[in-house]
């Protein structure tokens, strides 16, 4: 079970398997002056859990942005969570850390953040998600399913072992890559429950309404 605060001061319990659609605000494609408002875009259009994704950006940046960022997010609790860098969540009070399989392991993650919060790992086969989960990881995201130019350099895994990622792994799973309102009913009807949207939700015309739908898909 994951609490958290609301700034009303109700405690506001969430599982986060309760969580169907991920947002990331990547600094790849969007710029840092903007991210404050499609971070108030995706969660009017009912976006669950945000990541703050700076490949490449210097770690006092990330800080500001994530501080920026959690000034929002924390209105209405939707979890922020930052990529690669727990040592930001060590400075700002965020909710979690993701880690792909080339970063910190979850257990240096959780200690590097200095205190309990959310770790997701990323993995890219069975395999992965099993180790992630016996790892201690809260969430994964698994794919990436199809071809993304937001990572291209990896293979895409393909629908066919969503189902059995969830047979296999309790903890919830978030498919990725290059997911989008257009192919959103193959993933769910290949057993996603739970999805990451990242250029689809950052290029739309509008973020709420694309992330309303995909939110209506996923109920
Ligand atoms: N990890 C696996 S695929 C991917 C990440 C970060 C990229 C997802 O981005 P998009 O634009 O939704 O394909
Ligand atoms: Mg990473």
Do not use: W
């Not at 319990?13 to 169907?20: A, G, I």
């Amino acid at each position: 079970m994951f609490r958290h605060s609301a700034p009303n001061g109700q405690l506001k319990m969430s599982t986060l398997s309760e969580y169907r659609l991920y947002g990331i605000i990547d600094l790849g494609y969007i710029d840092i002056s903007d991210c404050s408002r499609i971070a108030e875009q995706m969660i009017e259009g009912g976006v669950d859990l945000i990541q703050l994704r700076g490949k490449g950006k210097p770690i006092d940046e990330l800080v500001d942005l994530a501080a920026e960022i959690h000034q929002i997010t924390r209105r209405s609790a939707t979890p922020l969570v930052i990529n690669d860098h727990a040592e930001v969540a060590a400075r700002i009070p965020v909710e979690g850390v993701h880690v792909g399989q080339e970063d910190d392991s979850i257990l240096v993650a959780r200690q590097k953040a200095g205190r309990d919060l959310i770790v997701g790992r990323s993995t890219h086969s069975l395999a992965q998600a099993r180790v992630a989960e016996a790892e201690g990881a809260d969430y994964i995201g698994f794919g990436p399913i199809f071809a993304t130019p937001t990572k291209p350099d990896y293979k895409p895994i393909g629908l066919g072992d969503i189902k059995q990622a969830h047979l296999d792994v309790d903890i919830p799973i978030f498919c990725i890559g290059g997911i989008n309102i257009d192919n959103l009913q193959i993933v769910v009807d290949a057993g996603a429950k739970r999805v990451v949207m990242l250029s689809a939700l950052l290029n739309a015309h509008s973020i709420v309404d694309y992330a309303r739908c995909a939110t209506d898909m996923l109920a």
